[in-house]
């Protein structure tokens, strides 16, 4: 059979030659002439299967023990070629399922049927995996299917069995028939079982009941049930064994019951499972017995495995527990036999499994791709997330699949559960041999290259966290803050604070602040909610914090902003420990806190936000409507949430969007159009959901008025009612602190004016309603028909009449930036064809000119302090102003001017047109951009007078010669 999997084998060696041709004279033997004669000639004419056959002869004594007894068996498996054939397996467990055990001498008949079944699968396993025929995946996907149908045959036997003299077991709330699952955890539950494994199992059925006639409560029912089960397959006969079944990994272990209903498992792990308990269940899955019910509580106890946050609290845990694990894996075992060890040894299988699955418990939570019970898939997955590097995970790989392929040939010898390298010499040689080496040195050099590179991985992992000065560590431990205080100041901390006091004022005031914010923080740390593990995650984090704080330009500053957000997370400290171990992310948020109140004050608010600034793929979607629309459905899930939820659910959706992107803003990685298309689609996409949500508690409220109209049923459908976005929103230019110009229209019956206004009023309250979190969205709606005299819903045509006879030109002007963002989308096409048709209406372009200006002039006289950018001369509502009458003026000429919202695509249009040169747009589109990353940084709590006025200073004089050119000169056409 030619298989990239099977290269030119190397030849056995002497001694292993010699055991191997002893055995094949052994099998001959137990052969009649006539017999031998057929085999020899076959093997003559198939020189390759009599290769493999040596090969496995030499390489596994368990396989010579199993043939010699089933020689008849085996004679039909060499004539038949069955081990080129790797869907021969299905053929041995068809047969096996397709009889029927004797229920009067069931448990010894059974299990001699089943360990029949798995010794011939074993032999069969056994020949593809050392001639390198098979892979690691199906040689660990056979052993799995193999144990997977054994323990289901048995499983319904018993069950059938137990039903015939005890009852079937019925549910006391369903009224159904129950039956056990089997959950797989371990190498069985990862489909990744080993030739000699013993399989980790966990048994369990839905409700709790009793059995019909008899009346047997179904926990004893099931009870004894699994206690056959274990018997059939656990225990050893003269011919060998099923499979070593393992218990100890049910609720309470080896103390606990053998089965428990669904209901007590929930229980046990939502108040006493521990993190080693998750570590375990990451690889569950239903096995055997009743699937779909085992499959419905591994969802239920996903919540326990899977934390929603980001959780780094499991790195301490876990360590602790690998620790000990090793440690009792290890025992009084010297160095050199742990060397020896390929799954407990350092740098080990153990290991290589540790760096993955603790990745998956850290963000499985956020991830559902790494919700996966497979070691190789979860490897892979890692990669895809950019959590782990390409390189590493390859080597990972490498040193997995060697270390398994070694542990297979080890157990292939005897068929024993053992992961001890050999002191023998003639199972070193079959060892080097397996793994395609030509000395057992040879092997072992590569070992140790697989095992120093783990090994260095895992040390790189739990020495990560930088060693912060000793003089931290002694200050901050000693509870000395006097001392303290005094070491910080000779560091210069107070040098970057601006105060015009006197210096030794400002000293006193500085060294007053820093104490306080000291001990603000202790008292906060010694506080009795937040316990022991707490208060040791602090000690563990201050000095290091301390140590980078000094480094930046407002240290002191900096600090009494970090002691808020430490104390709203003393209680899920987690957070600290991630912070520790992960210098540049402590680093990063010391930066963003320091360049900003606003980061600052949401994470003191929302701790959660931290997880932004560990993992910013938040923004790794498009910034589009479609794309965040999708990320908050996942948010929101299947089920539909109450109101209360469903606020909490956009709220953290806004502010975990707005925090990211603040800080991609912060640091550079974010430019400012992108940052506007995620602020302003991300908006739209909440407007969606909540305009959703209302519309179905308005017409719940409202459904015994509604009629079987066509325009009636058109409304109960949500068909007939859009939001449309102005200003910023509109304009898709929204900033971190921007408000909403929103305007409701509809196209339903005057009938319906009382749904619509109580539409309205519940879509504004979801939007504007504070919570113990914080608000969502400041709302504006001044710019619907006749401001705040008008209703809050117009109808469509209503609104198109007022725009044509009443409307003020500002109202025109604020129609460029109007945007269909939330609704029914035919309405909303209806919306911006008239939309389309006001804008391009033909206008006296002097008169126009004059209001214009008129509205700038009145604007720039009421506006108030602090509004440089935008108000003052050559600012921000200038360049508005020339877009916006460039547009009413012309669009009648040009109506491809008017298909934009947001200022830079409608500058590029006029000068597409030649409404404006190429040089005037380049400078205003620059200006405007210059001028808007200003007010955002202003929003995100970094003001500066000096920065903003040079920022006027820097476009003052492009801006004003363009508005003077535009819209001071009646005589000249602009473009012309």
Known sequence: MSNQLNPDLLPLPKQLQDSAVLVF???????????????????????????????????????GETVLAECDWFLEFLLQNQGDDKKQLKSYLAELLSESSNTDECSQGLRQKLIQVRNRCMVFIIWRDLNRLADLHETTDFMSSLADNLIGFALHILYEEACLQKGSPVGGVSGKHQKMVVLALGKLGGFELNLSSDVDLVFAYPEAGECEGTGMPNQRFFLELAQNLIKVLDQTSVDGFVFRVDMRLRPYGESGALVANFNAMEIYYAQQGREWERYAWLKARA?????????????????????????????????LMKARMDGIGRGHKSNQEMERNLKLGPGGIRDVEFIVQLQQLIWGGRYPELQITGFMAALQALVILDLLDRQIAEKLQLAYVFFRNSEHALQAIRDQQTQLLPEDSEDQARIALALGFSSYAQYLKQEDQHKNFVKGEILNESESEQVPSSNWVTLWHTGDLDSLVAYIENLGIYSGEQTEDAYSKRLKTARARLHAALAQLRKARDQPRVGGRGRKRLDMLMPLLLDFLVELPHPLRTLERCVKILESVLRRSSYLVMLQENPAVLKGLLQLVANSGYIASELARNPWLIDEIIDPRTLDSKADKASLLEMLDESLGRSEPDLENFIE?????????????????????????????????????????????????????????????????????????IIVGYGKLGGIELGPASDLDLVFLHDMAPSRAQFLYRLARRLIHILTIRTRSGGLFEIDTRLRPSGRDGTMVSSIEAFERYQQTSAWTWEHQALVRARFVAGDAALGRKFEALRIKLLTRARDRIALRKQVVDMRERMHK????????????????????????????WASEYPEICFYTDKVRILEALGRVGLLDGQD??????????????????????????????????????????????LLNNDKIPGH
């Not at 502010?655 to 689609?681: C, H, Q």
């Not at 929003?939 to 476009?955: C, K, M, S």
């Open 25 to 63: 004279e052994q099998l001959l033997a137990s052969y009649n002439s006539k017999t031998k004669a057929m085999l020899d000639g076959h093997l003559d004419s198939h020189p390759l299967i009599k290769s493999q056959l040596l090969r496995v002869f030499a390489l596994s004594e368990f396989v």
């Open 287 to 319: 096995c055997a017995g009743d699937i779909p019910a085992g499959e419905e509580i591994i969802q239920v106890l996903r919540p326990f495995v899977y934390r929603r946050y980001l959780d780094f609290g499991s790195i301490e845990s876990l360590r």
């Open 649 to 721: 659910v956009i709220r953290n959706f806004k502010e975990s969007i707005t925090f990211a992107v603040a800080a991609g803003e912060l640091n550079g990685s974010l430019p400012l159009m992108r940052v506007s298309d995620y602020l302003s689609f991300s908006a739209e996409a909440i407007l969606q959901r909540t305009f959703e949500f209302a519309f179905r508690e308005a017409t719940a409220q409202f459904e015994d008025k509604v009629t079987a109209s066509d325009e009636t049923s058109a409304a109960a459908n949500g068909e007939a009612f």
């Open 862 to 889: 009421s506006a108030g302090k602090g509004k440089a950018v935008k108000q003052a001369r050559g600012g921000i509502v200038d360049i508005e102003f020339i877009v916006q009458f460039l547009v009413l003026a």
């Open 921 to 966: 747009v380049e400078r205003l589109t620059q200006a405007y951009l210059g001028l808007r990353a200003e007010q955002h940084l202003t929003a995100l709590d970094l003001p500066d007078q000096g920065r903003a006025l040079q920022a006027i200073e820097r476009y003052h004089d492009w801006v004003s010669e363009i508005w003077s050119r535009v």
